[in-house]
């Protein structure tokens, strides 16, 4: 089975490209979910029918979902929300505040990720579509499994023993009522629940395609969007170029057009080699309608298999050398300058502009030294010694 999310800055017709892919999968026999976990839902727009918060069949192998993020959220949130509800009482919060103190910003779409995670799990579809928010949002929503994880593993356990050995005499000295295991055990089952979707969402059978408008501002967003992608291990298998005027424009403000455009596209060829690269034609008109959306991504894909594995070059990969082993994280437009290394323990703390990533090191890593890191052709290598390890930090 695979698993296609697509996102790019918004505006640029994500929605629309992941509607026309997903319609042309179903056209070609392939049964196909197509699923929006972006808060701005649109596909109902797109398709120009009624979609529900269930799998709603649109046509023959054609399957759209609209995931309902507040549903989600309360079916896997209320126990851990009740508990903070009832420490904001004791504090003498107004109910109607403490109700939204106790929403996480962006934790609706995150756990909208949980519904993707279900429906992979019953095996009823050859092909799920995932039709995701914003640049942003996403970064933030594929990052969150693997923050929460380490979490877990280093703080989680700790504070579990102290609450459960103090749990007495805190509540009485200070009359807030300490979690009871039932919410432990939420915690735990929602660290679970996520770090299964990254498993999914950065395993073989899953990638990400990026959608953008052939503008520099959007190029720069999306050129950064790969390079963080990769960082957080997910594999990046196409870019889609959408609303590119034809070269046959007739008046001279569309000339422009086609000119500037030109000039961008250039960049956007430089910049994304060697992923495969889409060009979707500006339309006459705004596509909708299942007819419509499946003739653009036939139009889009042309003679090329867009469903089969990408075959792309893994976004991380660990091998042996003769001196121990060597870890390398694909990382598209950095150099050695704009990296940082830290190694904390079993952690390599690598960080890349404003994003940062934690990395628990396989335990045949975790006893060896870092010896060395470069940034060459695009990829950060770390290098590691047999000899014996200890905390440090590293500039690559």
């Not at 070609?28 to 069949?57: F, K, M, W």
């Not at 996480?104 to 799990?121: H, I, K, M, S």
């Amino acid at each position: 089975m695979r698993v296609l999310l697509f996102t790019g800055k918004g505006g640029v017709g994500k929605s629309t490209v992941a509607a026309g892919t997903a319609a042309l999968a179903a056209a070609r026999g392939l049964r196909t979910l197509v699923l929006s976990t972006d808060a701005a839902h649109s596909l109902a727009d797109t398709y120009d029918v009624e979609i529900g918060h269930q799998p709603t069949q649109i046509a023959p192998c054609l399957f759209a979902q609209q995931v309902d993020a507040q549903r989600r959220f309360e079916a896997s949130w209320a126990e851990i929300q009740n508990y903070l509800l009832s420490v904001l009482e004791v504090a003498g919060v107004d109910p109607v505040a403490a109700e939204e103190l106790t929403v996480l910003p962006g934790a609706e779409e995150v756990l909208a990720l949980l519904e993707l995670r279900q429906q992979v799990r019953t095996g009823d579809w050859d092909l799920v579509v995932v039709d995701c928010a914003p640049t942003a949002e996403t970064l933030r929503l594929l990052a969150m499994p693997e923050a929460l994880g380490w979490y877990m593993r280093r703080v989680f356990p700790t504070e579990r023993r102290v609450v459960k050995a103090l749990k007495p005499v805190l509540t009485r000295a200070a009359g807030v009522p300490m979690p009871e295991d039932s919410v432990f055990d939420a915690i735990e089952r929602l660290h679970a629940e996520l770090d299964e979707v990254r498993s999914l969402l950065s395993g073989p059978g899953a990638s990400v395609r990026l959608v953008l408008t052939p503008e520099r501002v959007v190029l720069a967003e999306a050129r950064r969007s790969w390079t963080t992608l990769c960082l957080f291990g997910y594999t990046v298998d196409g870019v889609v170029a959408n609303r590119v005027f034809p070269d046959d424009a007739g008046d001279s403000w569309r000339h422009s057009w086609v000119r500037a455009q030109s000039e961008v596209m250039a960049e956007v060829v430089d910049s994304f080699d060697p992923l495969p690269l889409w060009r979707s034609e500006y339309q006459a008109h705004e596509p909708r309608g299942l007819d419509e959306l499946a003739q653009l991504a036939h139009d889009l894909y042309g003679d090329a298999d867009p469903f089969a594995d990408s075959g792309a070059e893994p976004a991380f990969r660990i091998t042996r050398t003769a001196g121990g082993a060597a870890l390398s994280l694909n990382l598209p437009h950095t150099s050695s300058a704009q990296v940082d290394l830290a190694r904390r323990g079993d952690d390599l703390i690598i960080t890349v502009g404003p994003y940062r990533r934690s990395l628990t090191l396989p335990s045949a890593l975790g006893r060896l030294r870092v010896a060395g890191a470069r940034v060459e052709g695009g990829r950060l290598q770390v290098n590691f010694s047999e000899e014996n390890s200890a905390d440090e930090g590293v500039r690559s």
